[in-house]
Each structure stands twice: as structure tokens, then as C-alpha cells.
């Protein structure tokens, strides 16, 4: 399985952008799915995960601003990012994890970067 993200880029404060990530390989649906990001010299931290029944939950900095969703059809998530401010700044990445087969699998994706100037 692979998982691919893009939709990154640089935009102004304020500003929207959105991300993708598709995995390849195997059907994820029953998977729990999500967005990390890492800023330089930084930890990688949770910013939205959604369940396999479409449940979200985002950290309170992203609260209002950013929404994730997901097509179990496409094992695809999206990340639409509102109101961007430049702490937003860092690389996103994908994560995939879940169960099969009584075994747990934990994917992540490339990472894609976003860059918010003031």
C-alpha cells in the first residue's frame, strides 16, 4: 500500500488550500485516517482524524478553520484549510491505520508542504 498526498503549496494569510492523499494497492475503508504536520525543527502532531464512519476530530488550533473528510469508494482523504494563518506553515502528512486480518497496518503518506506568508 502507498499512500499519495498533494495539494500543497504557498499562499497568504488568510488564504485556503486544500490536500489530498489516495492509497494504492488496497481498499483502506474500515481504516481510521488522518493529517499530521511537522514544522521545522518541530515534533509531528496530530491536526484531524476522521473515523471509518466519517466521525472527525481536530486539535483546537485547526477547530473551525480546517475540515476533513473522506471517500471510502477512493480510500482517499481531503483536507480543506480555511483562514490559513503562517503557524500553519509545515509539512502535512497523511496517515492511514487500522486492522486486517486481526493484524494492525499503520501507513503514512510523503508529506506534502504548506507555507502560509503574512
Known amino acids: 500500500v502507498q499512500l499519495q498526498a498533494s495539494g500543497g503549496g504557498l499562499v497568504q494569510a488568510g488564504g485556503s488550500l486544500g490536500l489530498s492523499c489516495a492509497a494504492s494497492?488496497?481498499?483502506?475503508?474500515?481504516?481510521?485516517m488522518g493529517w499530521f504536520r511537522q514544522a521545522p525543527g518541530e515534533q509531528r502532531d496530530l491536526v484531524a482524524v476522521?473515523?471509518?464512519?466519517?466521525?472527525?476530530n481536530y486539535v483546537d488550533s485547526v477547530k473551525g478553520r480546517f475540515t476533513i473528510s473522506r471517500d471510502n469508494a477512493k480510500s482517499t482523504i481531503y483536507l480543506q484549510m480555511n483562514s490559513l494563518k503562517p503557524e500553519d506553515t509545515a509539512v502535512y502528512y497523511c496517515?492511514?491505520?487500522?486492522?486486517?486480518?486481526?493484524?494492525?497496518?499503520?501507513?503514512w503518506g510523503q508529506g506534502t508542504q504548506v507555507t502560509v506568508s503574512s
Open positions: 496517515n492511514f491505520k487500522g486492522y486486517d486480518w486481526g493484524r494492525r497496518y499503520e501507513y
Open positions: 476522521i473515523t471509518s464512519g466519517g466521525s472527525p
Open positions: 494497492g488496497r481498499t483502506l475503508s474500515t481504516y481510521v
